[in-house]
């Protein structure tokens, strides 16, 4: 029963996550003691600490204190969802996890890493985009008829607050990438970020064959919301966008799909920094994808739901586990 228990408790494990994210992969004497020092305690029986994979080290990375359980008897909550994780984005450190490796179809958590790619191509966010029939994905609210004009801007928003698929194969497409071009640059960058596992052959989601673990969506997740432009749009819930139609200037509003945006977890004293849901329908599950703060404890978490039965589930599993984790965990005082 001992050895049962002990195998339940969920333990702190490090991960060089948060290296800036301009460091190179070890190359000097000094990297590779830090990669020597991560491999060996990722390969410690029962060690408190594991590196993940692939991730760039920063050679001058400080030493940071990691969160601490209050209760270790405290096993944590009971999440139906298949896969999860939960994040402590300062530190790196996985606060909770269930089969964190399992791959799944990610669908619109797709659309992170589809902005990370735009935004890295350092875009005009005025330019005006023409929808052309190639565009037009549907798989929900369809905000757009070929021949409107739109901004590079309003169809970020677009792509990130309502999901529309339309709006993000135009997105991408202002790149000037061919699909199959910029389907190959979201594997680079992914790869870039650390997350090999993950596949994708299309920038929406809507193709199954996107795929990825709970561990590779952090990565991706956390990436995203350090970039303004995307956490300005992802953490919106209602968007007012301008469209240029062949009867004119229009105005039209779309709605979040992130129903946590009105929840507790987007009042006193949480703020949500960014979120992104994502479903193919019940065969693959729902997805949530997001990072919240308790602005008292000044600490900000990731949490990655992916495979929760219903649309609703899959808030109330991420709900459930980040009000869980701020309140059984306690950060060190900076400086200490």
């Known amino acids: 029963?001992?050895?049962?228990?002990?195998?339940?408790?969920?333990?702190?494990?490090?991960?060089?996550?948060?290296?800036?994210?301009?460091?190179?992969?070890?190359?000097?004497?000094?990297?590779?003691?830090?990669?020597?020092?991560?491999?060996?305690?990722?390969?410690?029986?029962?060690?408190?600490?594991?590196?993940?994979?692939?991730?760039?080290?920063?050679?001058?990375?400080?030493?940071?204190?990691?969160?601490?359980?209050?209760?270790?008897?405290?096993?944590?909550?009971?999440?139906p969802a298949k896969s999860v994780i939960v994040l402590d984005e300062k530190t790196g450190a996985v606060l909770f996890v269930k089969d964190g490796?399992?791959?799944?179809?990610?669908?619109?958590?797709?659309?992170?890493?589809?902005?990370?790619?735009?935004?890295?191509?350092a875009p005009d966010w005025q330019a005006a985009v023409t929808i052309v029939p190639e565009d037009l994905r549907g798989g929900g609210i369809e905000y757009f008829l070929v021949g409107d004009r739109v901004t590079v801007k309003d169809l970020l928003y677009t792509s990130l607050v309502a999901s529309s698929n339309t709006a993000t194969m135009a997105f991408a497409r202002s790149t000037g990438l061919t699909p199959e071009a910029f389907a190959a640059r979201m594997n680079e960058k992914a790869a870039s970020l650390g997350a090999s596992g993950a596949h994708f052959v299309e920038p929406t989601g809507l193709n199954n064959q996107n795929q990825g673990s709970a561990k590779d969506v952090a990565r991706i997740?956390?990436?995203?919301?350090?970039?303004?432009?995307?956490?300005?749009?992802?953490?919106?819930?209602?968007?007012?966008?301008?469209?240029?139609?062949?009867?004119?200037?229009?105005?039209?509003?779309?709605?979040?799909?992130?129903?946590?945006?009105?929840?507790?977890?987007?009042?006193?004293?949480?703020?949500?920094?960014?979120g992104k849901t994502?479903?193919?329908?019940?065969?693959?599950?729902?997805?949530?994808?997001?990072?919240?703060?308790?602005?008292?404890?000044?600490?900000?978490?990731?949490?990655?739901?992916?495979g929760s039965d219903t649309q609703a589930g899959r808030f109330q599993d991420a709900k459930q586990l980040a009000l869980w984790v701020f309140d059984a965990y306690e950060w060190p005082v900076s400086g200490q």
């Open 278 to 306: 994502g479903t193919l329908g019940e065969e693959t599950g729902f997805h949530v994808a997001l990072s919240v703060t308790a602005k008292e404890k000044g600490q900000t978490i990731l949490v990655v739901v992916l």
């Open 1 to 79: 029963m001992q050895v049962f228990l002990f195998a339940q408790l969920l333990v702190l494990v490090f991960i060089p996550l948060l290296a800036p994210r301009a460091a190179a992969a070890p190359s000097t004497a000094a990297d590779s003691d830090v990669a020597a020092i991560l491999h060996q305690a990722a390969t410690t029986p029962h060690s408190q600490l594991e590196a993940f994979a692939g991730l760039p080290l920063a050679a001058d990375r400080p030493s940071l204190a990691l969160p601490v359980r209050k209760d270790g008897r405290d096993l944590g909550p009971v999440i």
């Open 101 to 121: 490796d399992r791959n799944h179809a990610v669908a619109s958590l797709s659309k992170l890493l589809t902005a990370l790619v735009v935004t890295d191509a």
């Open 221 to 274: 997740a956390h990436a995203a919301f350090l970039v303004p432009e995307i956490v300005r749009a992802a953490s919106r819930d209602a968007y007012a966008l301008s469209v240029t139609t062949s009867r004119g200037q229009r105005t039209r509003t779309v709605k979040s799909t992130d129903l946590l945006l009105n929840s507790i977890l987007n009042a006193d004293p949480y703020r949500i920094i960014g």
